[in-house]
């Protein structure tokens, strides 16, 4: 299984007034393994960041003055996740972004149609449903897996893709070691094979009721009889 992990930085919160993508990071996995591929892009949104937005990631309009539009970079882009399980967190905040970029090429697909599934795996949603009452940001989650955020003072697509990477397969490693064959199971595992008992010479012995239990077996299905008329005993065939 190829898996991708995604995250985007963006000149705002909604795409519906017109914030775009600017930046993408993504993380290559196979058989929940990193692999050597990563796709990284800063991309210029054609409009201002938001002065909030720049607090949270350190992007600049005029770092992105000189980088290609969104457009420039699509093909790539849909190379690299085409086929792939999508992985991120808070999944509808970047597919909703990315697909409003998609539709603004001409005869550009839908992500949606781009990668596995056509739905995301989101981390955010996994990790409300594991974790009830406990705070969920990547933060919070990097922070009680013990993943290493040091380098982290500000919000960066790639970065924040690779935390998301140990944070997912430290969310998922006991799932992954209920199934036979996986990379988790030849490193060992916590549930062990069935083994069928050996050396027991059993006959299989059928006891039969006495007397004295079938008159008291006949007479409580009197009484049932007797306060409905409809017995299914009755309808059984033996």
Known sequence: MRQIILDTETTGLDPSDGHRVIEIGCIELVNRRPTDRTFHVYINPEREIEPGAIEVHGITNEFLKDKAN????????IEF?????LIAHNASFDLNFLEAEFQRIPNAPSIFDVIYGGVAIDTLAMAREKRPGKRNSLDALCRDFKVDTSE???HGALLDAELLTQVYLAMTREQSR???GTENQQQGSRFEPIKK???LDR???ISE???SELENHEAFLTKIREASDYLLWDKTEL
């Open 70 to 77: 969104f457009a420039g970079i699509a093909e790539e882009f």
């Open 81 to 85: 996740i085409s086929g792939a399980e």
């Open 152 to 154: 982290r003072n500000l």
């Open 178 to 180: 209920m199934f036979v």
């Open 197 to 199: 008992l050996s050396g």
């Open 203 to 205: 006959q299989l012995v």
């Open 209 to 211: 009721p006495t007397s």
